[in-house]
C-alpha cells in the first residue's frame, strides 16, 4: 500500500487544516487508517484512527477538536482540524494498517513499525 498526504502548511493559532491522505496498491483489505504526528525531539504520536466499519480512537490532546473520516470506496482518509494550537506542531503521518487490530493498539504502539507510512505533511501552528 502506498500512501501519500497532502493538506498541511502553516496556520495561525486558532485556524484550522484539513489532511487528506489517498491509498493506492493494494487496498481492499486495509482495516485501519490513521493519523499520527512527531513532533521535534518527541516520539510519534497517535492522532486519530478508524477502521473499516467507522470506529474511531482519538488522542485525548484533540478530542473535540479534530475529526477523522474515510471513504472506503475511494480509499482515501482525512482529518480537520479546527481550533488549532502552537502544541499541534508537527509532521502528521498517514498509516494504513491490513491487520484487524483493537483500536487501543494505535495509541498504545504509535511509534511502532507497522503497516504502511506515508511520507509526511508538515504542520505548523503560530501562536
Known amino acids: 500500500v502506498q500512501l501519500v498526504e497532502s493538506g498541511g502548511g502553516l496556520v495561525q493559532s486558532g485556524g484550522s487544516l484539513r489532511l487528506s491522505c489517498v491509498a493506492s496498491?493494494?487496498?481492499?483489505?486495509?482495516?485501519?487508517m490513521g493519523w499520527y504526528r512527531q513532533a521535534p525531539g518527541k516520539q510519534r504520536e497517535l492522532v486519530a484512527v478508524i477502521s473499516d466499519g467507522g470506529n474511531t480512537s482519538y488522542a485525548d490532546s484533540v478530542k473535540g477538536r479534530f475529526a477523522i473520516s474515510r471513504d472506503n470506496a475511494r480509499n482515501t482518509v482525512s482529518l480537520q482540524m479546527n481550533s488549532l494550537k502552537p502544541e499541534d506542531t508537527a509532521v502528521y503521518y498517514c498509516?494504513?494498517?491490513?491487520?484487524?487490530?483493537?483500536?487501543?493498539?494505535?495509541?498504545?504502539?504509535?511509534?511502532?513499525?507497522?503497516?504502511?507510512w506515508g511520507r509526511g505533511t508538515q504542520v505548523t501552528v503560530s501562536s
Open positions: 496498491g493494494t487496498t481492499f483489505n486495509i482495516f485501519a
Open positions: 498509516n494504513a494498517d491490513l491487520l484487524n487490530r483493537p483500536l487501543n493498539y494505535y495509541s498504545a504502539f504509535a511509534d511502532r513499525s507497522f503497516g504502511s
